[in-house]
């Protein structure tokens, strides 16, 4: 078994996974625990931490975390750096817990035409990740209750937008009247999700559209198992098309366009992009090697 | 007082109301219960219609109701008139209940370009008791948890569509990170409404757009208690952005557009048109005026 020499966690609002890295980067070991940030209960974040690492915390080896824990609510808070950002300005913006347990990666913030503030926190260190190489221009759309659409240029991050799908789809299917509606279907239906997709990639305003989930039922065009389904691809497939004219007005090729995550989920995107389009590759959840290529350009490793 | 002609109800999901209506339209006096649908618990209908009309009962008077009464999960389920609908077909149209306690007047159906249905049930009363000319051709604006946008035209309801913002504004603040984020103002925050109208009326995702009540927090440009007006105001803008757009893709001139209702949330949409360059008008809720014509065309009454 490889040598250690690096500890690196990704530490979010539910979760919190630690990975045990080796000097070439390759990943020895995991571990993960329910102690995110909204699951800590009484819990200090010193004393989760010590908890999740358990006896690797017996090792001298740096520790750097991406995600939540660097955010108003997290162990402390960790200013965002500015888009466009590097590896080394991630890396210039690590925070350090006051006890010195972790050094934490920045989120970085972006503003829009209109000064609109964006910000991601977790996902710049997953881009960094995601890449094959680092450098290269790319799209990385990555799927999940705030999905992110990043596009990355030489080496930056240059822009990027979240997208309330995930978290639209699961309020309105546990709070509105369109839950109501619905029954479980057991398994994905897959009619029922592209004619969702098919609605979604069309010009309209998903308030409005929206309500088709519950019109199609009352006018018989689809089931009550068919709704969840039908919502899911409506919402990813507005996405998509939102995400397709956001990136061509910032010069995006859609040349490159990868779906980061290897879930359920991000198989629903992959086809959603297919069916607009768009060729997409997948690239797995790639916290760890982010989280190594920035401890090294950090120098916490040679 | 006048002599009573007729017992008029509006009957939703939450509230039923009941108007004791005289030979010329005039209401002479109204009641109401928390009795709607989904607040009868063990009650049946027509225990709660007793209740409601009491003394009023024992007129032998013709009863006529419009709303959720007549759904699916109502008294009896009055189908649909399809669009375009006159005063002639809702009368033409009217379900009675078992116990010929109540006339019910039908809701409307209307499919899109795609056969995508949209439908009204008491808004079809609305319309034709809002407007003091019910043949004048027409734009109606009716807030509400599910916003409708009616034309009408020539004593006729062509076309209407529905916008979720009410029921999105509430689930979103109620059980998304945008309200954890909220403090309560105490009162209206009119600089935070506009702000967000401003941004509703621009093209945009409302699914990225949404994101902004948290990201203008945490970059300082918004305090917590603007949150909940500033969501009102991109919510209800938006709305009058893609209401203005389906509005003119099916011909109506905006011309003569009535905001349906008297209280805060109809002055909100009266601002976000005149914002938008839109002359509004405000027209009084008008179920009992509706009822009163509905009975008169099915000659309920003379």
Known sequence: MPTAALIGLDWGTSVARAYRIAADGTVIDTRSADCGLQ??????????????????????????????????????????????????????????????????????????GEGTPDVIRGEETEVFGALDDPGADALLVMPGTHSKWVSARGGRIVDFATWMTGEIYAVMLQHSILGRLAESAGSHRDVAFMRGVDSGLRDGAIAHDLFAARTLVLGGDLTPHDVTDFLSGLLIGREVRDGQQWARAHGDSLGNVHVVGADALSDRYSRALTRAGITSRRAPAAAARGLFRIARAASLIP
Chains 1, 2 share one sequence.
């Open 39 to 112: 699951k800590l209960g009484a819990r200090s974040f010193a004393q989760a931490f010590t908890d999740l690492v358990g006896d690797w915390g017996r090792e001298p080896l740096p520790r750097i975390a991406a995600g939540m824990i660097g955010s108003r609510n997290g162990w402390i808070e960790v200013p965002y750096v500015d888009a466009p950002a590097t590896l080394a300005a991630l890396a210039g913006g690590l925070g350090r817990t006051p006890g010195g347990e972790l050094a934490i990666v920045p989120g970085v913030m972006v503003r829009d």
